[in-house]
C-alpha cells in the first residue's frame, strides 16, 4: 500500500470516527462560544482594532489546543502496536497533520464568524485574512500535533504538551497578529509579502520536523 494510499484511509479513519461522536468537534465549538460570550460580558464593544486581532488569535490558539489535546491520546496503545507493523510513521503524522488542519480551519472561520457577529469585523481585506487564516491553521496545527505525539508516548500528559508547545507556538503567533494586523489598515505589500514568506518557512519547516523525527519518536 502507497504513502498516499494509507493517509486516505487514516484521514477517512478519523473523519468517520468524528462523525461518529462529534465529541471533539462539539467541545471545541462550545469553547469558543464560552471564550467569545465571555469576551463579549468582559469588554462589551472592542474599540481598540489590536485588541480586537489579539483576543481573537488568543481565542483560536486556545481552540486548537483543545482541538489536538486528543488528537493522539484518543488513540490506545492496542492500537498504536497495530498500526505499529501495517502503517509507515510518515503516513501517520501526515494523515494527523492533514486532517486536523482541516478541522481547525473549519473551527477558525466558524470563530471569525461568530467572533465578528458579536464584535464587529474591522478587516478591509477579507481575501488576505482568510488566507493568513489558513497558513496559520495549518501552523499551529503543525506544531500542536507533533508536540502531542511526544506528550502521548510520555503517558499522555497534558500538563507536558502545554509546556512543550507554548515556547514553541509563540514566534508563529507572533507573526499571525503582525500579519492579520496588516489587514485591519492600509497594507504594505514589501513587509506583507516579507511576513507572509516568514509564515510559509515556519510552516514548511514545522512539517520537515515532523516528518523527520516521528519515526524515530515512533519507533520508542
Known amino acids: 500500500m502507497g504513502l498516499l494510499s494509507e493517509i486516505k484511509i487514516l484521514i477517512l479513519k478519523d473523519f468517520k470516527l468524528e462523525i461518529r461522536n462529534l465529541y471533539s468537534l462539539n467541545s471545541i465549538l462550545l469553547y469558543v462560544f464560552s471564550s467569545v460570550f465571555v469576551s463579549y460580558l468582559a469588554f462589551e464593544k472592542?474599540?481598540?482594532?489590536?485588541?480586537w486581532n489579539a483576543l481573537f488569535w488568543i481565542i483560536l490558539l486556545f481552540a486548537a489546543v483543545n482541538a489536538i489535546s486528543t488528537s493522539f491520546t484518543s488513540e490506545g496503545s492496542k492500537k498504536f502496536y497495530y498500526y505499529f507493523y501495517i502503517l509507515s510513521p510518515r503516513s501517520i503524522i501526515l494523515s494527523k497533520l492533514l486532517y486536523n488542519s482541516l478541522m481547525l480551519l473549519v473551527v477558525a472561520v466558524l470563530t471569525f464568524v461568530?467572533?465578528?457577529?458579536?464584535?464587529?469585523?474591522?478587516?478591509?481585506?477579507?481575501?488576505?485574512?482568510?488566507?493568513i487564516l489558513l497558513f496559520g491553521s495549518f501552523g499551529l496545527l503543525g506544531i500542536l500535533t507533533m508536540v502531542s505525539a511526544i506528550a502521548s508516548r510520555a503517558g499522555n500528559n497534558f500538563a507536558l504538551m502545554s509546556i512543550l508547545s507554548f515556547p514553541v507556538i509563540l514566534p508563529m503567533l507572533i507573526?499571525?497578529?503582525?500579519?492579520?494586523s496588516m489587514t485591519i489598515g492600509i497594507i504594505d505589500i514589501t513587509d506583507f509579502v516579507k511576513m507572509m514568506l516568514a509564515l510559509v518557512v515556519l510552516d514548511f519547516i514545522v512539517v520537515a520536523m515532523a516528518v523527520v523525527l516521528f519515526p524515530f519518536l515512533w519507533k520508542e
Not at 472592542?46 to 485588541?51: D, G, L, N
Not at 461568530?114 to 478591509?124: E, P, Q
Open 114 to 131: 461568530l467572533y465578528s457577529m458579536v464584535f464587529g469585523s474591522i478587516i478591509n481585506n477579507l481575501p488576505l485574512f482568510l488566507l
Open 175 to 180: 507573526v499571525l497578529i503582525r500579519l492579520s
Open 46 to 51: 472592542i474599540i481598540q482594532p489590536q485588541t
